[in-house]
């Protein structure tokens, strides 16, 4: 595909500084390494999420991740990838993976804001709120998989039950 050629372009600002200020106002952990990099650590239901930001100024776009406390043991990799490959068909945004050299089941999703200035807040914060929502909801069935030895139709199923009313 061909792109457009603009002369003046103008540089992007570095979305990081916007997820700083989110990660502050939340008061959760994080490390910003440098101006590309930033890890974060949140709280959830069923265990803390590592936020991971990657800045590419080369091609404008940030790489977003959302890793799960848990690791796939090597025996239980093909069910996980099975449910990778369910799950993945109810998202609108970013998709589910796993980093297999840790055995690291991850939400990811990338930026691309080519001709933006910068991202907006809103957006970012988005991001977040999706990715976390999404780990939310689907953390139970890939557990359910891992150590509960279920098939991945099985663990959708069971994962994905809406409760009525209070108890």
């Not at 991740?65 to 025996?75: H, I, K, L």
């Not at 990799?77 to 990778?84: A, D, S």
């Not at 930026?111 to 907006?120: A, K, V, Y």
């Not at 139709?153 to 994962?159: S, T």
Request: glycine share 6%; charged share 25%; with cysteine.
């Amino acid at each position: 595909m061909r792109t457009m050629e603009i002369t003046n372009e103008t540089q992007l600002a570095n979305p990081l500084d916007i997820v700083e200020k989110i990660v502050e106002f939340n008061d959760w952990t994080f490390d910003r390494r440098n101006d590309e990099e930033m890890a974060v650590q949140v709280p959830g239901t069923w265990c803390d999420y590592s936020l991971y930001f990657a800045w590419n100024d080369d091609i404008g776009a940030m790489h977003f991740t959302c890793a799960f406390d848990m690791r796939v043991p090597t025996e239980r990799r093909q069910p996980v990838f099975e449910l990778l490959a369910e799950v993945n068909e109810r998202l609108w945004m970013g998709h589910f993976g796993m980093w297999t050299d840790e055995g690291l089941p991850m939400y990811r999703h990338a930026l691309p804001m080519r001709g933006q200035q910068e991202p907006t807040m809103e957006q970012l914060e988005d991001l977040v709120e999706t990715a976390l929502i999404e780990c939310e909801k689907f953390y139970p069935a890939f557990q359910y998989v891992i150590w509960g030895g279920k098939t991945a139709p099985d663990a959708i199923a069971a994962a994905m039950i809406e409760t009525v009313g209070e108890a």
